[in-house]
């Protein structure tokens, strides 16, 4: 099954900063990445997919970046707030079919006013 | 559109006492997934539904747990002979063939074994 790697330690940033998480994979390429994000005592809320064939994505102030080469994704928060604070999760599917999906331990992402 | 539901929200049980989650997905999915959260983890993903049929089932699910989904709508997972390791959120997610693979979690049932 996929590896997924993401920072564990937490990712403090001044409010109005890009913030960039990161999520490594290993074994073989995903045909598409996912990323969410998840509030304490919450589920997951779905943020964006990148797929195999894209190389960035963008939905208002957030940006992925998916590199099938160095099987990295890059999350980037530009003009963060404090509202942004929450945990990240990186998301892939498994290689068995496209439904089992594979979570990070995700990024907690506090944004400092 | 209400989005997916759990009931309950929480559960404190004894070690030994059986537990049911149910999970009501959105309405016109028909996928619907059953994961598994401690402190400081991602999500582990536990079962699966397409339908009522149950297509895949993870190796964390052991024989005590069991998990239904009658007539292709709301779910249940059941525990059976709890132990202080199951202590976790019990997270589920549906999805339909519309939203391709992006999938939408409801807020979780917290389970405490004591």
């Known amino acids: 099954s996929q590896k997924i790697e993401q920072n564990s330690e937490a990712l403090n940033i001044q409010e109005g900063k890009t913030a960039t998480l990161t999520c490594n994979y290993t074994?073989?390429?995903?045909?598409?990445l996912q990323w969410y994000r998840q509030d304490p005592g919450r589920g997951p809320v779905f943020l964006l997919l990148i797929r195999e064939n894209e190389k960035e994505k963008r939905k208002e102030r957030l940006k992925v970046t998916f590199d099938t080469t160095l099987k990295q994704s890059l999350f980037h928060i530009t003009a963060s707030q404090p509202a942004d604070s929450a945990t990240y999760l990186c998301a892939l599917p498994n290689s068995g079919g496209y439904q089992k999906v594979t979570f990070g331990i995700g990024t907690k992402l506090q944004v400092i006013p | 559109d209400t989005g997916v539901s759990q009931d309950p929200r929480h559960k404190i049980t004894k070690r030994g006492q059986n537990v049911t989650f149910r999970c009501d997905p959105i309405s016109e999915h028909n996928r619907l997934y059953w994961y598994r959260q401690t402190l400081g983890q991602g999500p582990e993903f536990l079962t699966y539904f397409q339908n009522e049929a149950q297509l895949e089932k993870s190796r964390l699910l052991s024989d005590r747990f069991s998990a239904e989904r009658p007539k292709g709508s709301f779910s249940t997972l059941e525990i059976q002979r709890t132990e202080q390791g199951d202590s976790a959120m019990y997270l589920c997610a549906s999805s339909s063939t519309g939203t391709g693979e992006t999938q939408y979690f409801g807020p979780g049932t917290r389970l405490l074994v004591l």
């Open positions: 074994n073989y390429s995903p045909a598409y």
